[in-house]
């Protein structure tokens, strides 16, 4: 007897299941969209209205935290603030083990100890970060806080460290932390956060003609890119005022675990104050958990076939040192052919480049390949190069350029431990 099924389409369980699932998706923000029309922005409508409910204890909190801060405030404007800083530099000394140890035994034969500024007592200039709500806070701070430009949690700047600025920052202290950046931490702050204020906007700093368009004419061509920037921040120089009111105040995000937010009371400004040199780990920290590239939403293509001697047109925007380098490259192709020469020593036609990245390494193996050079091998070894994620980078990077222009690549282990024995003593 035939089945009365013979003539139909059978549909597999599994988009079934899934047109199930679509059913009752559209079904629930059918009937969430009758509960509240306009989905999930702020609506004012008796029928859709959420009621908040603050409860007496945490209004009291407020009121309370709030009055201390205020005679907390009073007291520091009165008497500064006595014992709780010191007016000299206070050295102290830490256990610290290079990073990429990751065995045991050999984390105890790589603990050192160094030593340390632990205030900001004689620094020309202090990163401060706001650390804290604005939960509690007295006038007088916010507008402290304002006028340093920190107006929410957890963004950064740059300030000037002198009597008046020291004064601000004890009034406002359970608010911030700050401390002495070094120049690597400068360094990397303006480049994977950094961003600059044109015409009211806030642009990330992708390209240096946008600081060179912003900060030549007002610093007569002595702020024309990072570097440059980086300079006049670290050292506090005669254009570091135009350079700071430049840069837009870093957006940062919060250095905790979620075991330090609930449990350590962080949100209450439980790490907060002098921090001195300790600063740096603190930003470390933070531009570690950020994705963010060195060069902001910029992509690079790779052209098929890479050659030394292959140009681009520049943009009409250049600046006047890219003009001026591109038509002394265009005046030696048309003299000699060439943009240079690698000659090598007689009787030499293998090289051994030691490379630390592609960049770097990328001009002088076209150059060389492009002479008497018939084979140039890549070695990579690096073991100086921390944290291990930057080492891991920089070497795919590398090896996948020399495997797009054909050249060999050898790569050495990371062998962090060897390394530090050898050059212990030596820093």
């Known amino acids: 007897m035939a089945s009365n099924n013979e003539g139909l389409q059978l549909v597999p369980e599994a988009i079934l299941k899934r047109k199930h699932d679509m059913d009752d998706m559209k079904a629930q923000r059918a009937s969430q969209a009758i509960i509240n029309p306009r989905g999930n922005r702020k609506i004012f409508s008796k029928k859709t209205k959420v009621i908040k409910v603050h409860k007496p204890e945490s209004i009291l909190a407020m009121a309370r935290s709030k009055r201390n801060h205020t005679i907390r405030y009073h007291r520091v404007m009165k008497k500064g603030m006595q014992k709780r800083a010191s007016s000299k530099k206070v050295e102290k000394t830490k256990i610290v083990v290079p990073d990429g140890v990751v065995d045991a035994e050999n984390e105890a034969e790589m603990e050192r100890e160094i ?6 007592v004689g620094a020309k200039m202090v990163f401060v970060v706001r650390i804290r709500a604005p939960n509690g806070m007295p006038k007088k701070v916010k507008k402290i806080l304002n006028g340093l430009r920190l107006k929410s949690i957890n963004e950064g700047a740059f300030l000037r460290y002198d009597e008046t600025t020291k004064k601000q920052l004890h009034l406002i202290e359970p608010w911030v932390t700050y401390g002495i950046p070094s120049k690597v931490i400068v360094n990397d702050l303006i480049r994977r956060r950094g961003h600059g204020k044109m015409d009211g906007k806030r642009i990330p700093l992708s390209d240096n003609t946008i600081i060179e368009k912003a900060l030549g004419e007002q610093t007569d061509g002595a702020v024309i890119c990072v570097d ?3 300079h006049e921040l670290h050292t506090v120089g005669d254009e570091f005022k135009k350079v700071n009111g430049f840069l837009w105040t870093f957006q940062l995000s919060a250095p905790r675990s979620k075991f330090q937010r609930e449990k350590l009371n962080f949100k209450d400004g439980g790490d907060y104050g002098d921090r001195g040199e300790e600063i740096d780990e603190l930003i470390r920290q933070i531009l570690l958990k950020t994705t963010t590239p060195l060069i902001h939403k910029t992509q690079i293509t790779m052209p098929e076939k890479l050659s030394y001697n292959e140009g681009a047109a520049l943009p009409t925007d250049a600046p006047a040192w890219a003009v001026s380098a591109s038509q002394r490259i265009q ?9 240079s020469q690698a000659t090598p020593p007689p009787g030499v036609s293998r090289v051994l480049l030691h490379s630390c990245c592609g960049p770097c ?3 002088m193996v076209e150059e060389m390949l492009a002479s008497a050079v ?9 073991p100086n190069i921390h944290p291990r994620k930057e080492y891991e980078i920089r070497k ?4 996948e350029y020399c495997k797009r222009i054909g050249v060999t690549f050898i790569d050495v282990d990371y062998d962090v431990v060897n390394w530090y024995d050898r050059m212990k003593g030596k820093d």
């Open 228 to 230: 440059d920037m980086v």
């Open 331 to 339: 005046e030696k192709l048309l003299t000699t052919g060439k943009i």
């Open 396 to 399: 795919d990077e590398n090896k």
């Open 361 to 363: 390494s990328g001009a």
């Open 374 to 382: 018939s084979e140039v091998v890549v070695f990579f070894y690096n």
């Open 115 to 120: 030593t340390f500024v632990s205030n900001s």
